[in-house]
T-cell receptor, first 109, second 118 residues
Framework: LAKTTQPISMDSYEGQEVNITCSHN???????ITWYQQFPSQGPRFIIQ???TKVTNEVASLFIPADRKSSTLSLPRVSLSDTAVYYC??????????FGTGTRLQVFP | GAVVSQHPSWVICKSGTSVKIECRSL??????MFWYRQFPKQSLMLMAT?????????EQGVEKDKFLINHASLTLSTLTVTSAHPEDSSFYIC??????????????FGPGTRLLVL
């Protein structure tokens, strides 16, 4: 299982773009990269998933370089409600995911 | 789509009693479900992997006789905390795996169950 490394915390202000980078040096060929958001006392919420290059949905973008040893979650124009813990996970279709420490994002007004 | 529910959302019980937590995938069938535990200010810890119709696979250090898992159908898995003690107080979260394309699978998580053992 690939191990991921993320910054423990980040601060931002409302309206700014936030980029959270995750390192996964030992990612395997079949592994996908998935990001989750978690608010206190709630289950993690799926944000975005990708395999390579760039993926974009209505809430975020995911940038994955060619070597796939890292990935960057980009949140455009954050608001106070984006204050949460963000987890980067990698895994293949054997399903088992191991959560790291995550990144605690604090958005200030 | 891809909604996972848990019941109950919170439970308070006396030490020595057993507590059952249900996890349901509401709009999809999940061959695999997972149970996690999360202590305050910590990350999620995988407890076990559950496949429909077969015995659950427990992570190292998780007592299978303490945390009974039953995966009766493709939409329902249950976790029973037997003879609960105060140290079992935690936030229990389940997830269900959905195949989203080819070999790609995504885990969708339930809202969690807060257990307090007095």
């Amino acid at each position: 299982l690939a191990k991921t490394t993320q910054p423990i915390s980040m601060d931002s202000y409302e309206g700014q773009e936030v980029n959270i980078t995750c390192s996964h040096n030992n990612i395997a060929t079949n592994d996908y990269i998935t990001w989750y958001q978690q608010f206190p006392s709630q289950g993690p919420r799926f944000i975005i998933q990708g395999y390579k290059t760039k993926v974009t949905n209505e809430v975020a973008s995911l940038f994955i370089p060619a070597d796939r040893k890292s990935s960057t979650l980009s949140l455009p124009r954050v608001s106070l409600s984006d204050t949460a813990v963000y987890y980067c996970l990698v895994g293949d279709n054997t399903d088992k995911l191991i959560f790291g420490t995550g990144t605690r994002l604090q958005v200030f007004p | 789509g891809a909604v996972v529910s848990q019941h109950p959302s919170w439970v308070i019980c006396k030490s020595g009693t057993s507590v059952k937590i249900e996890c349901r995938s509401l709009d999809f069938q999940a061959t695999t479900m997972f149970w996690y535990r999360q202590f305050p200010k910590q990350s999620l810890m995988l407890m076990a992997t559950s496949n429909e119709g077969s015995k659950a696979t427990y992570e190292q250090g998780v007592e299978k006789d303490k945390f009974l898992i039953n995966h009766a159908s493709l939409t329902l898995s249950t976790l029973t905390v037997t003879s609960a003690h105060p140290e079992d107080s935690s936030f229990y979260i389940c997830s269900a795996s959905l195949r989203t394309g080819g070999i790609q699978e995504t885990q969708y998580f339930g809202p969690g169950t807060r257990l307090l053992v007095l």
